[in-house]
Each structure stands twice: as C-alpha cells, then as structure tokens.
C-alpha cells in the first residue's frame, strides 16, 4: 500500500513536467501572419554520430558550449545554476521518426529533455530526472495549452544514468509512440480532440539540451518535481548525446523543402508541403521509409499515467491536404502498439529551459497550484 501512495505522490509531482511545455516561439503562425516557412529535413535521413564531434545540422543556442568525447558523444555539462547547454535543429519535421541515444545527466534537481516543438508550440518530450534511475517521463502538448496536467507518463528503464539507451519518437498523423531500445512503452491516438488534450500535429524542430529545475527561485512545486535542490558540492553534472537518427515524412510528401502554415488553425491538414517553391507532389498518407525495421511491443515497460486523446484516421489528397476522417473516443495507449518502426538494429546505444533553454522554458513557471497537490498527496501519506 505505501509504495502505491508513494507512486501516486511522484505521479503528482510529475505535474510540475507538464508545464516544461515551451511558451515562446519567434512566430507563432496561429497568431501571426508572415511567419516565415519551417524549412523541411526533406527525404534525406539525417544520421549524425556525435562522437565524430558537432554538426552543422543543429545551432547551439545562446549560452550554450558543447564539448565532444570519443566515446560517449556530445558532452552537455551543468557546472552553475544558470547554465542549460542545448542545440536546435535547424530544420523540421512534417511527422516523423527521431531516435536518440543518450545517457541522462545524474544529480538531483537536474533535468535532461529530448523534444520536437513547432512554431505554434506543439510540443513531444521526453525527459529524466537526474536523480531518479529507474524511469523515464513522457509529456504532449497542443499548441501551447498548460491549462490542464493530465498528459504526462512514466516509463521503466534500466539505469538510464549510468547506461546509453536508444528512445524513439514515431509520429504519424494517426498515432504517437514513445519507444525505448525498440520497445514501444507509450501510445497516443490521434482522436481529433481540441484544446490541451489536443494530438501534436504542425511541422516540428528538434532540441537537445540539459537544464537546472532544482534551483533556488523556482516554485516548491517544481523543485520537489526534480528531486530537490541542485546540490553545486557535485557538479559539474554531465549528459551525454551519443547519436541521432532524423527521419522526415514530409507530411506525405515524395520530397520537401518548406512547410507553409496556409491559414491560423495549426491543424496538420492546413499545412502545404512546398518542393522548391511549388507545391510538393503527395502521396496518400505520411509512410515509414523502407530503411527502418520493425520494433516489437514491450511486454514490461508500460506508462504510467494515461491520459485522454481522440482518434482520427486521415488521408491525404491533394497538396491542400484536404481529409477524409473519422473520430472515436480512445485513450492515450498504456499497453504498446502491435507495430512500430524503429531504426536499424545497429544504431548505437537525449532536453531544456528559460534562460536556461529548450524543453523546459520550464516548470519554473509551476506555481502554487501544484506544490498545493504535491502537498496534499504527501499530507495524505503522513496520516
């Protein structure tokens, strides 16, 4: 019974996870007109092995220097409270497959985050918590929303610390899978849903990054969320990016160089491919290049917290996409999906915030509200 009311504060205070949805972007093209045109990864697989040292396929963003190891990769290294060394792509996906191989930075209060985020604020995570070796957290956003904190989850993973592992996002416009070491531990069904709960769906850029939650000026909430204070006697505290693989589906597209926003929706059905400044020639829905292989359900790793989404099947048909579509109530998956594809089994054995950088702009902006629930679950605990 304890471990469940023990499980059940952690679920609270991975509350504080949702808010590491980011709140700023250049030009949100939901609000604004004239914002310029993501450029598209396109049709080409973006292999990049960071041991071999950086590429120019990501920007460092400001305050950030990274460093490169031989074996273990890029080096994201924490040595003050300030410091949330991160790098953004600088080109997009229209629905994809990301896999990332990294060792998460340790220390408590400190946060390691892989996530895609669109210039309207659609938003896929994953993060971990230096001071918890044992799980993963996943985390979606619409547009923005942090209005509610229903769509976090937890997944098990062997000492994610100490040891490289593979994670996966695969995003088609019917379904998002969160997969480990090519087991999928997270399903979200596309339902159609609006507002928070909202499917993630408009082109998206890639950030890698690690950052400070366990800081002095950050809410209760937020630092308990994170284990606690940054204890500084311990640093530096280093993550550790081995590989990344980038696959672009190009919203259905043959090949892409652009993705146009055509009115302020965000839906992924108003969005043009563009080739070359003329509309790209698309197929009858975003698929899986034939350079993957096919990942199997894992029969161990299952999220934690399930949330509620809606299910949309869609089918493109002209470079306007217009869609056929229909939508039935579902849930977010905790038991993984029949079949997912992962990148080849020989990829090797992935973060951010405010003035501290990417994913986490951050749940420092996790006010009373959370440390109110936090409080009550450990209130409930000590009766």
Known sequence: MISKFLRAATATLAVASVVSAQTYTDCDPTKRDGCPNPKAVGSQV???????????FFKELEGTKITYDPELGAVFSIKKETDAPTIASNKYIFFGQVDVTVRAARGTGIVTSFVLQSDDLDEIDWEWIGSDNYEVQTNYFSKGCTETYDRGGFSNVHDPINTFHTYTIRWTPEQLDWIIDGNVVRTLKNTGEKGCSGYPQSPMQIKLGTWVAGRKDAPEGTIQWAGGLANWKEAPFDGYYQSIRIQDFMGGAKEATEYQYTDRSGTWQSIR????????????????????????PSSTSTSSVSTTSATTFATVTSSTSTVASSATASQVSI??????????????????DDSTGAAGRLALNVGNAVAMGVAAVFGYLLL
């Open 46 to 56: 973006v292999d990049i092995d960071f041991r071999k040292g950086g590429n120019a």
């Open 273 to 296: 491919v563009v080739n070359d400044g003329k509309p790209a020639e698309i197929s009858s829905k975003p698929t899986l290049p034939a350079t993957t292989s096919t990942a199997k």
């Open 335 to 352: 038991s993984p999906s029949p079949t997912v594809n992962t990148p080849n089994a020989g990829v090797s054995p992935v973060p951010s």
